[in-house]
């Protein structure tokens, strides 16, 4: 009786896995292309704006010779928030860049975040400088983008470091000291603004008047 056959040797997965897409190639291929695109434009926009942002700094504020780098933060729920480091006459500074998400703020193609009631970053930087003459605590605003800078809209100030996660303010012992006065120090802010005069800062026409329930229900809409 003839000995049976031997048994062929086992073939790894991975050559199993290659020889059965074979037949895939050409979609594989346009995967890893589209894969490639992708990763190209996800990396562009930055790259873009740096170049941008570097044309502006240089022109609009004095001192500035060139944009070293600029970083998107991660934190910002309604604009982009850039970190801007500077080559100048005093080292490296570092300014903020505040941006209406993908440069649109209101109108059609602004993004969802941009509701009714929410001011626009040319508004926002109105208010900065309003509430700085007020005599509130606040960055300086060096420059309002335009049109023809290409960015969208958006404005250029001063960079502050500080902490805004409220757990950390409350147990940081690096704040240990400012926890005591930092009550007080709030509710006097908070009357600088409140005492700003909008008729006379100009304030009244540019903001919009949501009421209460308005702007309740748009935020069940948006979470619909």
């Known amino acids: 009786m003839p000995s049976p ?3 062929p040797p086992p073939v790894h997965p991975l050559i199993r896995l290659l ?3 074979r037949r895939h190639r050409g979609r594989v291929a346009l995967a890893t292309v589209h894969s490639v695109l992708k990763k190209f434009l996800d990396l562009a926009p930055p790259v873009l704006i740096g170049a941008a942002v570097d044309v502006v700094v240089r022109r609009e504020l004095p001192g500035v010779r060139r944009l070293v780098r600029a970083a998107r933060l991660s934190g910002g729920a309604r604009q982009e928030t850039y970190r801007l480091t500077v080559e100048g006459g005093s080292g490296e500074p570092l300014l903020a860049m505040r941006r209406a998400p993908g440069g649109v703020a209101r109108g059609e193609g602004a993004p969802e975040a941009a509701l009714a009631g929410r001011p626009g970053p040319e508004v926002e930087a109105r208010l900065f400088d309003t509430a700085r003459a007020a005599g509130v605590p606040t960055p300086r605003v060096h420059y309002v983008l335009t049109d023809a800078d290409g960015l969208g809209q958006g404005f250029v100030m001063d960079w502050l470091e500080g902490e805004t996660l409220g757990a950390r303010i ?3 012992e690096a704040l ?3 926890r005591p006065r930092l009550a007080r ?3 006097r802010i908070l ?3 409140h005492g700003i005069d909008l ?3 100009g304030l ?3 903001l919009d008047v949501v009421t209460p329930e308005a702007y309740v229900r748009t935020t069940w809409k948006r979470y619909q």
């Open 5 to 7: 056959a031997p048994a």
């Open 19 to 21: 020889r059965s897409a």
């Open 170 to 172: 409350n147990r940081s």
């Open 176 to 178: 240990a000291d400012v």
């Open 185 to 187: 120090e709030c509710g």
């Open 191 to 193: 009357g600088r603004i």
């Open 199 to 201: 008729d006379a800062s």
């Open 204 to 206: 009244r026409d540019a």
